[in-house]
């Protein structure tokens, strides 16, 4: 069994021949090319993609090799997995498969039989070989495409392969990655060809991905905890930064800015534990990107939330019709330089960067062995910590609460400040509750966050109506009918206010794990 750990970064097509051109490329002391054919197995039900199995035939000149691969684990375009690879003579061999359930599974005569092609893949690989000091790595470019269903899709990818998972370090992949970074938008490529290939198979368009539950376990130490959640972050971050440069679907962007804030709100939560600024540089590093989505995600929401139920409700209205046009010019505008930023090789380099600080320069040990002897100051555990923090972040709430009144639009922002901060920390510690408690604190949270949220959105409406109005007073105008319009819709939700003020102290944490 061979360990594959690379890291996968997706190059748009205009950009290969420029990355051919790179002086980088000429310090390696191999190159080839070879023409690669690859056919993807599985039965009609997809039964090895439902156990995180692929199984690959792949022909490179007149020699066909046989390989299996198991999901392993992958991060924000890093992935560790088990493979297999044998020479294929005429018929599937799984009998060096060293996991004996996988074996056992993938050689079941009925299984055999069932198994047929899905897709086909075919690709120019060129590799150079380069020798790092931190390990020797295996870099590829990936040029060609994939056919499933009918439909095909280009490949134009690198990959950066440790040549020895057992002796080279993680940090060589970024050694030869940030140089080319530098000089090119890369950005780490969080869906395998496989996974592009079943996808096309079952003609299930992309859609955006949503924020996933995070696995923890007690033993780790509170810095290994942040790290998984973090990298689980810039994951979400990166499933969804094709969809946002190639679909109209706001959610694509509310979805990058919903994993910034998580990855702020982890930042947070785990900051005592943390080098001391290690959480500002990353901070600083996304800031203009958080803030950029922040600005196109408010003008979506004031389109689609707060303008078009008025423009629906008064179809004749000529005032309105103007507004909204001028705000859909305004989110073009904002969509045009997110895209631009997302595109823009600082991007690429930001998140390799992160992926490098979290991946090679955080000290953490996931299961530290037991000490021989107890030290003198014994390490805080995670659920200690996890513990700590809660309670912090509930105190928090209860004095936020305890300030909040319906009058004051101020006091009810930082309610709902203090209510998504211990929200996010609970879905990041779920894993170590007990119970279903933490579901249930789950549940009443969101649902004080959406009703303080749409407060807030109102609450901003007026000032950034009226910037996108600018000084035409029939603009103004509709601004004026928009805020009359929703004048009952805020009364009623402010009426909840003493409702939610009083049901907060009753909200109680869910027990830890200890």
């Not at 691969?69 to 020479?87: F, N, Q, V």
């Not at 060293?98 to 009925?110: F, N, Y």
């Not at 090119?184 to 395998?192: R, V, W």
């Not at 953490?364 to 912090?392: G, H």
Request: glycine share 4%; with cysteine; charged share 20%.
């Amino acid at each position: 069994m061979a360990e594959e750990i690379e890291l996968k970064l997706a190059l748009r097509m205009q950009d290969q021949p420029r990355l051919l051109r790179q002086a980088l490329l000429k310090t390696a002391r191999q190159r080839q090319s070879a023409l690669l054919d690859n056919i993807y197995y599985d039965t009609p039900d997809l039964a090895l993609r439902r156990r995180g199995i692929a199984l690959r035939l792949r022909r490179q000149g007149p020699l066909w090799l046989q390989t299996i691969k198991l999901a392993g684990t992958a991060t924000a375009g890093l992935s560790s997995r088990p493979e297999w690879e044998i020479p294929y003579a005429g018929h599937f061999d799984f009998s060096a498969i060293e996991v004996k359930a996988v074996r056992d599974w993938l050689q079941r005569p009925r299984l055999l039989a069932r198994l047929t092609p899905i897709f086909e893949t075919r690709f120019r690989r060129t590799t150079w070989h380069f020798a790092l000091p931190d390990g020797d790595v295996i870099f590829t470019l990936d040029r060609g495409w994939i056919i499933a269903g009918g439909q095909r899709e280009n490949i134009s990818e690198l990959e950066l392969e440790l040549a020895d998972a057992a002796t080279g370090q993680v940090a060589a992949l970024f050694a030869l990655a940030h140089p080319l970074a530098a000089r090119l938008p890369l950005t780490p490529a969080t869906c395998s060809k496989a996974e592009r290939g079943y996808r096309l198979h079952t003609g299930m368009a992309p859609q955006p991905a949503k924020a996933t539950p995070i696995e923890l376990d007690d033993t780790l130490s509170p810095l290994a905890a942040f790290r998984h959640i973090a990298l689980a972050c810039l994951d979400h971050l990166q499933q969804n930064h094709a969809g946002a440069l190639s679909s109209d679907d706001p959610e694509y962007i509310h979805q990058m800015r919903v994993a910034l804030r998580r990855l702020l709100a982890a930042l947070r939560l785990f900051a005592p534990q943390l080098p001391e600024a290690l959480p500002l540089r990353l901070k600083e590093s996304f800031r203009p990107l958080v803030q950029q989505l922040g600005l196109a995600r408010d003008l979506d929401v004031l389109q689609t939330e707060i303008v078009a139920p008025v423009l629906a409700a008064l179809p004749d209205e000529p005032r309105l019709a103007q507004l909204s046009n001028a705000i859909t010019l305004q989110r073009y505008r904002a969509r045009s330089d997110v895209n631009a930023q997302l595109q823009a090789p600082a991007y690429g380099q930001t998140l390799l960067a992160a992926l490098h600080t979290l991946l090679c320069q955080l000290p953490v040990a996931d299961n530290p062995p037991a000490a021989s002897t107890p030290p003198a100051s014994p390490p805080l555990t995670l659920p200690a910590f996890a513990a700590a923090q809660l309670r912090r972040l509930h105190k928090t709430l209860l004095r936020r609460a305890q300030a909040a009144h319906a009058g004051d639009p101020v006091s009810l922002h930082a309610l709902r400040i203090a209510v998504k901060r211990l929200r996010y920390a609970l879905e990041f510690l779920a894993p170590l509750t007990r119970g279903t408690s933490s579901r249930r604190t789950l549940r009443r949270l969101a649902g004080t966050q959406d009703t303080l949220g749409q407060l807030n959105d109102l609450a901003q409406a007026g000032s950034l109506l009226m910037r996108c109005a600018g000084d035409d007073p029939q603009l103004r105008e509709a601004v004026t009918l928009i805020g009359g319009w929703h004048g009952p819709r805020h009364a009623r939700l402010l009426a909840t206010v003493p409702e939610i003020v009083a049901s907060l102290p009753k909200l109680r944490l869910p027990r830890l794990s200890m």
